[in-house]
């Protein structure tokens, strides 16, 4: 049972490129999130979903979007990438509203 | 949203009980609370939650105050594995779905 598998694990990108933050679970969870990082902080929500076809913003949306199209993948895409989105991305899943959220082991982005 | 406050940081001697405390005053009838713990460059995991009676599994106990304001995360016999930082989460439902909102922890170190 792989879980969450977040892919890359780190990326180096440059001012002004686009990436895509890969999500994929094998839990047929309905509840997905992406969270953010950065160094000695807690973790900020950027968006999740309910369910597919499902997304809404979180605490810190500028700069990112998400598609749900399938209940296993849950992408982030940032399209212009700024030295402020140089964070750790976490992606994580949860099949119930209140139970324990699955997290992926993340990916390190850098912003040059 | 209700929010937490926590310690930033706690020491412990290697093989003795852990007492984590939470203090979340503004607490409401339904929030669940949640402990996570995040070790050195790896994602958050899941630890315990409880809404009202104390509970307990293989990680940790969770002691919750009878007037819910307070709870503690016991780990009966701390090891240098234990060394993370531990979030204390209040779920959030809201009007806008299911998420958590993470702080920046107690960071626990464990003296061998």
């Known amino acids: 049972n792989a879980g969450v598998t977040q892919t890359p694990k780190f990326r180096i990108l440059k001012i002004g490129q686009s990436m895509t933050l890969q999500c994929t679970q094998d839990m047929n969870h309905n509840y997905m999130y992406w969270y953010r990082q950065d160094p000695g902080m807690g973790l900020k929500l950027i968006y999740y979903?309910?369910?597919?076809?499902?997304?809404d913003k979180g605490e810190v949306p500028n700069g990112y979007n998400v598609s749900r199209s399938t209940t296993e993948d849950f992408p982030l895409r940032l399209e212009l990438a700024a030295p402020s989105q140089t964070s750790v991305y976490f992606c994580?899943?949860?099949?119930?509203?209140?139970?324990?959220?699955?997290f992926g082991s993340g990916t390190r982005l850098t912003v040059v | 949203d209700a929010k937490t406050t926590q310690p930033n940081s706690m020491e412990s001697n290697e093989e003795e009980p852990v007492h984590l405390p939470c203090n979340h005053s503004t607490i409401s009838g339904t929030d669940y609370i949640h402990w996570y713990r995040q070790l050195p460059s790896q994602g958050p995991e899941y630890v315990i939650h409880g809404l009202t009676s104390n509970v307990n599994n293989r990680m940790a106990s969770l002691a919750i105050a009878e007037d819910r304001k307070s709870s503690t995360l016991i780990l009966h016999r701390a090891t240098l594995r234990d060394a993370a930082v531990y979030y204390c989460?209040?779920?959030?439902?809201?009007?806008?779905?299911?998420?958590?909102?993470f702080g920046t922890g107690t960071s626990l170190t464990v003296i061998p």
């Open positions: 979903s309910v369910g597919a076809g499902i997304t």
């Open positions: 989460i209040l779920r959030d439902v809201g009007d806008t779905g299911n998420q958590f909102y």
């Open positions: 994580a899943s949860t099949g119930r509203a209140n139970y324990g959220y699955t």
